[in-house]
């Protein structure tokens, strides 16, 4: 870019130039930067891998939950059965809220106290409402870190606040944000959710299934009845579009006792095994 400055031309350097920084021509640099801008930053605070939790933006909290309904209660107006019909499912679904915030909360207090002088199973979530607040919150009551990969979408794009700001990320690629879900991931847990959640966990599978993750990574998905309720995993075997021995790509755990043991033994076994050496080197793609 050229800037005319009287009789004097000043021309200005092109990564400084945000006209050509946000052009379709530069769109490699902000895929680079949205790896390298992360990986410098998590060099930094000497992240060495994470526990990703996945789940819906639109779950609320217990206390959230009971404002909608005894707000629904007292609506006189025309609409208000549907209103309070979904206020009570609401209530219903907070439970997951709540669920994920202790089980963060648990997991955060574990890798605490594991002593070492790296941050080692970080909680990470997607960085805004919902179940990504609730995993972030968790970590946060126990005096931990946590990592919020937020995403610039129309809706519940905000980051929560119980994200440190030091490792709070604004992505505008998914799939870069993808990666970096994936890529630091020592296990993942898959609450319940919308598209979104199911786009995660399917790739994830995908992945693991694939080989393309060939890291002992566990995978929970929490809640056996809603999963089996919005994906027949049966019918899939059934039609042979995916075998038996799929299903052990993943666990299912009903509740924070179930999960806690799973993922923790897992750690145990391979990434904390002194005679492991999965322990000490860089996550594996």
């Given amino acids: 870019m050229v800037i005319k400055m009287g009789k004097q031309i000043k021309v200005q350097k092109a990564y400084k130039n945000l006209e050509f920084l946000s052009s379709a021509e530069a769109r490699t640099i902000r895929i680079l930067s949205e790896y390298y801008e992360p990986k410098a930053r998590f060099q930094k605070y000497n992240i060495v891998d994470t526990i ?7 779950i609320i909290s217990r206390k959230d939950a009971l404002k909608l309904v005894e707000k629904a209660q007292k609506d006189n107006s025309k609409s208000s059965d549907i209103n309070f019909d979904r206020a009570v ?3 219903e679904m907070s439970k997951y809220y709540e669920d994920a915030v202790k089980l963060s909360k648990r997991l955060t207090q574990w890798s605490k106290s594991l002593g ?12 805004g409402p919902g179940i990504m ?4 919150k968790g970590a946060k009551l126990a005096g931990g870190h946590s990592i919020g990969l937020n995403i610039s979408i129309p809706y519940e794009q905000f980051v929560n606040k119980y994200v440190d700001p030091a490792l709070a990320f604004e992505f505008h690629y998914f799939f870069m944000r993808k990666l970096w879900f994936i890529y630091l991931a020592k296990a993942l847990i898959v609450f319940p959710g919308g598209f979104g959640t199911m786009d995660e966990l399917m790739e994830v599978l995908t992945l693991v299934q694939t080989k393309k993750i060939t890291k002992k990574m566990k995978v929970i998905i929490y809640d056996e009845n809603y999963w089996r309720d919005v994906i027949n995993f049966d019918a899939l075997i059934e039609h042979g579009t995916i075998s038996k021995e799929d299903m052990k790509l993943f666990d299912f755990c009903n509740t924070i006792d179930e999960a806690f043991e799973k993922i923790t033994n897992h750690f145990k076994k391979y990434f904390l095994n002194k005679n492991n050496n999965n322990n000490i080197k860089k996550p594996r793609k």
């Fill in 52 to 58: 990703v939790f996945f789940g819906s933006a639109r």
């Fill in 89 to 91: 499912k609401q209530l």
């Fill in 133 to 136: 607040e609730a995993a972030n």
């Fill in 116 to 127: 070492q002088d790296k941050n080692r199973f970080i909680i990470c979530s997607g960085g």
